[in-house]
């Protein structure tokens, strides 16, 4: 969840199990929220870059560190079962939550949870993600950038997206614009040269609507 400038205050990205719940959110929550003046939704269709994405860009670290951070190859067939439900409701709080905690939101044994947790690890079916202030590595400038982009040429520009090391999230999706990204600048000068040498240089890239993010609120997992 990012507060920005421009013409969406509020931006976030909302994961619904079901039809009902997305229905409710976008029918009835959010229009009867106070001082909500309009809400534009959009459908992430493709993920280019961010989260459980590996894209293949640069890297600050080396091969070597690269591979020790890494996570094993899934192994078997990742399901996720109801059950699993408020175990991954209490990690999406909180990632660091401790097996005693766990334990006591599943009511499961401690052994179960430890079992069960490896297991989704294993198979793949969950992901730990890291949030890092990229302001303590000199990057004081989050901008959100809604692009139109040719439908033809929509899989290539993302794949370049993959390559800027600006790039921390980029995605495509419906409504007037088919391409979402997030970026890290040092600065608006490094923002102007960006967008100038990186982006306009990119074929099918018709428009694009600049947003800088004036408060970060979360970038993984859910606010309670």
Not at 132 to 140: A, I, M, S
Not at 184 to 208: K, Q
Request: hydrophobic share 45%; with cysteine.
């Amino acid at each position: 969840m990012t507060i920005a400038s421009g013409g969406a205050e509020v931006t976030c990205i909302v994961q619904n199990p079901g039809t009902a719940d997305r229905d409710a959110l976008l029918l009835q929550k959010l229009p009867n929220t106070p001082r909500l003046v309009s809400v534009r939704a959009h459908c992430l269709i493709h993920y280019f870059a961010g989260g459980a994405v590996d894209a293949a860009g640069p890297n600050a670290l080396t091969p070597e560190q690269a591979a020790a951070v890494r996570p094993p190859a899934a192994e078997g067939l990742a399901v996720l079962l109801d059950s699993d439900q408020p175990l991954i409701a209490a990690l999406a709080r909180d990632g660091r939550t401790g097996l005693p905690e766990l334990a006591t939101a599943t009511g499961w044994s401690e052994s179960t949870v430890r079992r069960r947790l490896e297991h989704l690890l294993r198979t793949g079916a969950i992901f730990f993600d890291v949030e890092v202030n990229p302001v303590l590595f000199g990057f004081n400038a989050r901008i959100i950038l809604w692009m139109s982009v040719a439908p033809a040429h929509l899989e290539t520009v993302g794949r370049a997206l993959c390559t800027h090391p600006e790039v921390v999230f980029a995605a495509a999706t419906t409504g007037a614009t088919n391409l979402v990204a997030t970026i890290i600048c040092p600065d608006m000068a490094g923002l102007y040269d960006y967008l100038t040498h990186r982006i306009g240089p990119l074929p099918g890239v018709e428009r694009v609507e600049t947003a800088p993010a004036l408060r970060h609120v979360k970038q993984v997992g859910a606010v309670f």
